[in-house]
């Protein structure tokens, strides 16, 4: 496919683009043709589109995935808009007080993806340091099993030695990890 010399901000440029791209989806025998444009293009090309229904039936427009993304963090920023999340951003020096409110509307991209990036590892750190200490439980829980399985099968020799490193052993997993201990 040659490229087009004309302008992607013309109504022309785009509906020559629609043409094209329908034939190559027709050559490539596809019931559909699916096009990919950033916001500006896509809006002209659904206003096309949506003029002329009968010629464009097969097409399907889809936004970048660059517009999805702000839409989606755009989305998430209003969601947590309220909840201390502005003030804990300023707070940790991520962004400043006079942009975090353009930053939360989607205008500065770069600064809004640093920002969600941040908040997203200072969220997931508490998860990890839970799931790290759920599997250390794990470990202590079958130390204890084990434990468990060889008082039972030993004779009484030892048993008292054994049995308080059990409790030991018993104490150090119920202590400390109480909510993520579940008893079978």
């Not at 097409?59 to 517009?67: A, C, D, E, R």
């Not at 707070?91 to 353009?102: F, L, N, P, R, V």
């Not at 099968?153 to 308080?164: A, G, H, K, L």
Request: hydrophobic fraction near 40%; charged fraction near 25%; aromatic fraction near 6%.
């Amino acid at each position: 496919m040659e490229p087009l010399s004309q302008p992607i901000t013309e109504h022309s440029t785009v509906q020559e683009v629609l043409k094209i791209s329908q034939e190559a989806g027709k050559a490539a025998d596809q019931k559909f043709t699916c096009i990919t444009f950033d916001l500006a293009v896509a809006k002209m090309a659904y206003s096309l589109v949506w003029q002329d229904k009968i010629l464009y039936n097969d097409v399907i427009i889809h936004l970048g995935v660059f517009h999805i993304l702000c839409a989606y963090l755009k989305a998430i920023g209003k969601m947590m808009c309220g909840s201390g999340f502005e003030e804990v951003v300023i707070e940790c020096k991520t962004c400043a007080t006079g942009s975090i409110e353009k930053v939360i509307r989607d205008k500065h991209y770069n600064r809004l993806l640093r920002v969600h990036k941040t908040v997203l590892e200072a969220l997931e750190r508490p998860l990890f340091s839970a799931l790290q200490q759920r599997l250390q439980v794990g470990s202590l829980v079958e130390m204890a099993k084990e434990e468990l399985k060889d008082v039972s099968n030993s004779n009484n020799t030892n048993c008292d030695e054994r049995r308080s490193s059990l409790k030991e052993l018993l104490n150090v997993i119920f202590s400390s990890n109480r909510m993520f201990v579940t008893v079978s």
